[in-house]
């Protein structure tokens, strides 16, 4: 390939880093490769993300891709919409990074050592509704803004703490600042959630390739789709209350052969509060059917259940 490839992201330092990687990647096999920075709406607002709507952060970029003036797209794969863009192809799900969450609290404490009406902030109804469930006494704040505004919040004495993803506070070289990464038991991380979605259009078969053949991880594709399926099927959009966490396990086959499988866990909290939860296992190769299954298992708990569980994809 001659070309430059012309590499679209967000202007944020987070999604900057984030490119960094998959710009370095592409470079390392023989790609010459330019960032290219556009501007989002979900950038120009302080608004909520609810208020604003899903794809806030990804719509603009998928509009530059479409419309050529870019070649590939850099996305956090969570703030994508769970309806695909027929325009575009998604080539390359990287090898995905840490997806918990994180605690930055005053004084080095953890969750649990956080005194009864400590403030805490998120900007995420997910991790609002765990947070209130744990039953701690905290008081849940909400907020917005990049990850260095909102710990400054903590460090500058307005929060006592903040809860953000563990791997943007790692791809940006900040977690010496984690005071406690939390257990999927404690809280299950946003669908997709610490993964990277690279796309280009779909008829630009050699970038597909590429990017393809460079960064995509099977494993954590698998991973991702199942979640994401999850996420769909519950008609949910990513600032809803849903958390989902796949992991591809070993099993035994009924031979007895040792066969790699999906384990996915999923939340959802209720309008009065309350969390579900439920867990399956299936193929690796059926992964958007786990997560279908388990969103029809989630509605049924919750007395929602429809006619059609598999949702829309």
Do not use: W
């Not at 096999?29 to 302080?46: L, Y």
């Not at 905290?138 to 990850?147: K, T």
């Not at 949910?236 to 591809?248: F, Q, R, T």
């Amino acid at each position: 390939m001659n070309r430059t490839l012309r590499i679209g992201t967000r202007g944020s330092a987070l999604a900057l880093a984030q490119t960094g990687h998959v710009a370095d990647a592409l470079r390392d096999a023989g790609a010459t490769v330019e960032i290219v920075t556009i501007s989002t709406p979900g950038d120009r607002s302080s608004a909520p993300i609810a208020e604003i709507g899903i794809g806030v952060f990804t719509s603009a970029l998928r509009d530059a891709l479409a419309n050529g003036e870019i070649d590939v797209a850099v996305h956090s794969y969570k703030d994508l919409p769970t309806a695909p863009d027929q325009r575009l192809s998604l080539a390359a799900v990287p090898l995905r990074e840490d997806p918990r969450d994180a605690l930055v609290a005053r004084d080095g404490l953890t969750l649990g050592e956080l005194p009864t009406g400590a403030k805490v902030g998120t900007g995420s109804p997910r991790r609002a509704a765990q947070l209130e469930a744990l039953g701690l006494g905290i008081e849940v704040v909400g907020l917005r803004g990049n990850v260095d505004t909102r710990i400054r919040k903590v460090t500058d004495g307005e929060l006592d703490a903040v809860v953000l993803a563990r791997a943007g506070i790692a791809r940006l070289g900040r977690t010496a600042e984690i005071t406690e990464t939390l257990e999927p038991i404690q809280m299950l991380p946003a669908p997709a959630q610490g993964a990277l979605a690279v796309e280009c259009r779909v008829d630009d078969v050699d970038t597909e390739h590429l990017l393809q053949s460079t960064l995509d991880d099977s494993a954590s594709r698998a991973a991702v789709a199942a979640e994401r399926a999850l996420l769909a099927a519950l008609e949910a959009g990513c600032s809803a209350p849903v958390g989902a966490l796949a992991d591809v396990v070993e099993d035994l086959s009924d031979d007895g052969a040792v066969v790699l499988r999906l384990s996915l866990r999923g939340v959802m909290a209720t309008e009065d509060g309350d969390l579900l939860r439920a867990s399956a296992t299936g193929d690796l190769t059926a992964a958007e059917e786990l997560g279908r299954a388990l969103a029809a298992e989630l509605l049924d708990l919750s007395g929602h259940a429809t006619a059609s569980p598999a949702g829309r994809s």
